[in-house]
């Protein structure tokens, strides 16, 4: 067993269960000391359950004997342990087997002492009714599945299918140097393996004379370029993903690789530039692919053709961040709720920030984060996937955020916690559920009509077009621009006409 605390929140270590009262105080004092003494040897800390705002334990594998204990006070300071070889399971019979008896002793006292501990069990299996009904049916992708989606040309003969095989199975590890160029957009479908490997050379040409075009500046470009670009570029590559064996070690060429890429990309779109993260992005590519042109030119396709990241221009993450709250909204309309009650600072979802800027890079661990790129790449009815993903996270680990009404900073630091402590799987298995859900609507708001307008052939393949609901008020229009129909409300209302009225859940699993 591990343990793992926040960085400024660690619970306080000396913290004590309730001591006997007819101790004296010199007793008192040398116990404390050897406590303090153990704690500071031995790493061990005392904490009084009962002054304690939740317990939660999360199970990570299907047969529910290992994952992590979260204990969070009420200051919202937190001790993460991680049990990776079983024995959790015989704690959360230890806690039940806690709380019943200290549930049954409140229930008989007179008093106005209140217990704060909330205490629950996050096990990672979805019920069948929240599952995507063809969940299970794809196995990941290999060399031998992969080739029946080509043709003898060596063309991807149906592309539709390819990608809905990757949404629900993922890409054995060994082919994503194959087959992520396509998903980035550097390979057409269409193309053959000639065409292919024309491209490249053409493309090797081309990147060659965009290094030409920074290595040749004047020395006042330069100038400009280190202060602008270089300096902020060359102090990140050196600590992204230094654990990682390809990118480990002192004067590692991998890393080399990884600032030209990152320098010449700001040369290629001096618009765009360059913006703290990329480097997070560019990296998993490069070590996936192996080559530094078509790494490039795969991050190229990443930054232009996809929806799944976000520049931090505040337009673009506002534009996110609407979509991400009506999702809400309509799937989880008691967290929506309380985020409208924390006001503008909870609207504007902080925590979720780094999740879209980063691709959940920074929440699970490499495995499984890249296996929700794949399934974001794949663009299978829908380009904003990565937002499900968000709500399914949400949905799977906000209870305590409404059961607790944390505030903006609290809400914050509960999900920063989380970080990396999170089941993936189960977390993707829900966010296909919630998709899938989300298409059986009759009726969408329209402030989700452009989600659904920008997503390519397939989101409605039926070729059934939900109704549009007019949300709320248009600005720049009396009528609601997308033609959606405003819902009548009813006259014994009270909250008719205030803002936050039309709050309501319509959103709910069809079995």
């Not at 330069?222 to 990682?244: A, G, I, P, Y």
Request: net charge negative.
């Amino acid at each position: 067993m591990t343990q793992s605390t926040s960085s400024a929140s660690s619970l306080d270590n000396h913290a004590q269960f309730q001591e006997n009262s007819s101790q004296s105080p010199s007793t008192k004092w040398e116990e404390q000391q050897k406590v303090l003494a153990l704690e500071h040897i031995c790493g061990v800390f005392r904490v009084d359950l009962r002054q304690m705002r939740s317990l939660r334990l999360f199970f990570s594998d299907e047969a529910c004997t290992s994952g992590q204990l979260v204990i969070a006070s009420r200051e919202s300071q937190y001790k993460i342990f991680h049990l990776h070889h079983g024995g959790l399971d015989k704690l959360a019979e230890i806690f039940q087997q806690w709380k019943y008896c200290t549930e049954t002793h409140l229930k008989h006292q007179v008093s106005d002492e209140k217990t704060c501990m909330q205490f629950s069990i996050r096990r990672p299996i979805l019920p069948t009714s929240e599952t995507h009904p063809e969940e299970n049916m794809y196995k990941r992708l290999d060399v031998t599945t992969w080739l029946t989606h080509l043709n003898e040309c060596g063309q991807v003969e149906e592309e539709y299918k390819l990608r809905k095989a990757i949404f629900f199975g993922g890409i054995n590890p060994s082919l994503r140097g194959e087959v992520w160029p396509f998903l980035l957009q550097y390979y057409s479908c269409q193309s053959t393996s000639e065409e292919r490997e024309e491209l490249r050379v053409y493309k090797r040409r081309e990147y060659q004379e965009i290094e030409q075009r920074r290595l040749s500046m004047t020395p006042e470009e330069h100038k400009e370029f280190w202060r602008k670009v270089q300096s902020t570029v060359d102090k990140d590559v050196v600590r992204t993903d230094r654990s990682n064996q390809f990118f480990k070690g002192e004067d590692n060429p991998n890393v080399q690789m990884m600032r030209r890429i990152l320098l010449n990309y700001a040369i290629y779109n001096p618009e765009m530039g360059y913006s703290q993260g990329m480097s997070d992005l560019v990296a998993p590519i490069l070590m996936e692919v192996q080559d530094e042109s078509d790494t490039f030119w795969c991050f190229v396709g990443l930054m232009q053709n996809t929806i799944f990241i976000s520049s931090p221009r505040d337009e673009d993450m506002e534009k996110q961040l609407m979509y991400l709250r009506e999702l809400l909204r309509l799937m989880h309309p008691q967290f929506h709720q309380h985020l409208v009650l924390l006001g503008e600072d909870g609207l504007q979802v902080l925590f979720c920030h780094r999740w879209i800027l980063l691709c959940f890079k920074r929440e699970f661990p490499d495995a499984e984060a890249l296996r929700m790129w794949e399934a974001c790449w794949a663009h299978y009815q829908t380009d904003y996937f990565h937002l499900f993903i968000c709500v399914a996270i949400i949905v799977i680990y906000g209870d305590d955020v409404i059961e607790q009404q944390l505030a903006t900073d609290q809400m914050l630091l509960h999900f920063s916690n989380l970080a990396m402590h999170m089941n993936g799987e189960m977390v993707l298995r829900k966010a296909r559920s919630m998709l899938y859900q989300f298409r059986l609507l009759a009726k969408i708001p329209c402030s989700l009509h452009d989600l659904c307008k920008l997503c390519g052939t397939g989101m409605w393949d039926s070729g059934y077009m939900p109704a549009v609901e007019c949300s709320g008020s248009h600005l720049d229009s009396e009528s609601c621009p997308y033609g959606g129909t405003v819902e009548l409300q009813s006259p014994k209302s009270g909250n008719e006409g205030k803002k936050g009225s039309k709050t309501r859940d319509v959103f709910t699993f069809r079995k």
